[in-house]
C-alpha cells in the first residue's frame, strides 16, 4: 500500500502541472465536446508511457540521441501552432452553449488528432513518465508495479477529473468574452512551452 501512494503521489506530482495536454482536456471540458474521448486517450497514453518506463524500456532510447531531438522539434512546432489557431480564437470566438456539445467546427477526428499529438510530440512526458517515473518505480525492486499502479490510477483519476470537472466552470467560461480569455491563456502557455523547448529549457 505504501508503494502504491508513493506511485499516485509522485504521478500526481507530474501531471498536475498546466500544460499543453491538461490545457486542451479543460477546454473540451468546457466546451462538453468528446470529454470522455479525450480523457479516455489521455488515460491510456499515460498507463502505456507509464508501463513502458516501469518495464525499463525507456532506457534504450537514450541510445538514440536525434530522436529525442526529432520529437522536441517537432513538438515544439506543433505546440506553436496551436497556439497561433488559439490565438485567432480569441479575434472570433464562439459561445459555448453547454447544452449543444459538439456545436463547435472541430469533428471527432481532429479532436483526436490534436489530443494524440499534444500527448506524444511532447518530451517533458518521456522525460517525467517514462525516465523519472520509471526510475523512481526501479528503486521499489518487486513492487514496481504496484508503484507503476499508483501512478496509474492518478492518471486516471486526474484526467476524467479534469474533463468532466471543467463542467462546473460552464457558467462563467461558455460565454464569447469566457472562451476568448481561456483561448488566450491558451495561446499565451501553448507558445511559451513551444518556445521552451526550443531554447532547450
Do not use: K
Request: with cysteine; aromatic share 10%.
Amino acid at each position: 500500500m505504501t508503494t502504491l501512494l508513493a506511485g499516485l503521489g509522485l504521478g500526481l506530482s507530474l501531471i498536475v502541472a498546466i500544460g499543453a495536454q491538461n490545457l486542451f482536456v479543460l477546454r473540451q471540458g468546457v466546451r462538453r465536446e468528446y470529454v470522455f474521448t479525450v480523457a479516455t486517450i489521455c488515460a491510456l497514453s499515460d498507463l502505456t508511457l507509464i508501463s513502458i518506463g516501469v518495464a525499463g524500456l525507456g532506457a534504450a532510447t537514450t541510445a538514440l540521441p536525434w530522436l529525442v531531438e526529432v520529437v522536441r522539434w517537432a513538438g515544439a512546432a506543433f505546440l506553436i501552432g496551436y497556439g497561433l489557431l488559439a490565438a485567432r480564437r480569441t479575434i472570433r470566438p464562439a459561445a459555448v452553449t453547454p447544452e449543444a456539445p459538439g456545436t463547435a467546427s472541430t469533428n471527432r477526428f481532429q479532436v483526436v488528432v490534436t489530443c494524440l499529438a499534444l500527448t506524444w510530440l511532447n518530451p517533458h512526458v518521456y522525460l517525467d513518465t517514462v525516465f523519472l517515473l520509471g526510475s523512481v518505480a526501479a528503486t521499489h525492486g518487486d513492487q514496481r508495479w504496484w508503484f507503476a499502479l499508483g501512478a496509474m490510477i492518478g492518471s486516471i483519476s486526474w484526467f476524467y477529473g479534469l474533463g468532466y470537472g471543467a463542467r462546473l466552470l460552464g457558467r462563467w467560461l461558455t460565454t464569447e468574452w469566457g472562451m476568448r480569455l481561456l483561448d488566450g491563456f491558451v495561446a499565451v502557455v501553448m507558445v511559451l512551452l513551444g518556445v521552451s523547448l526550443i531554447v532547450g529549457r
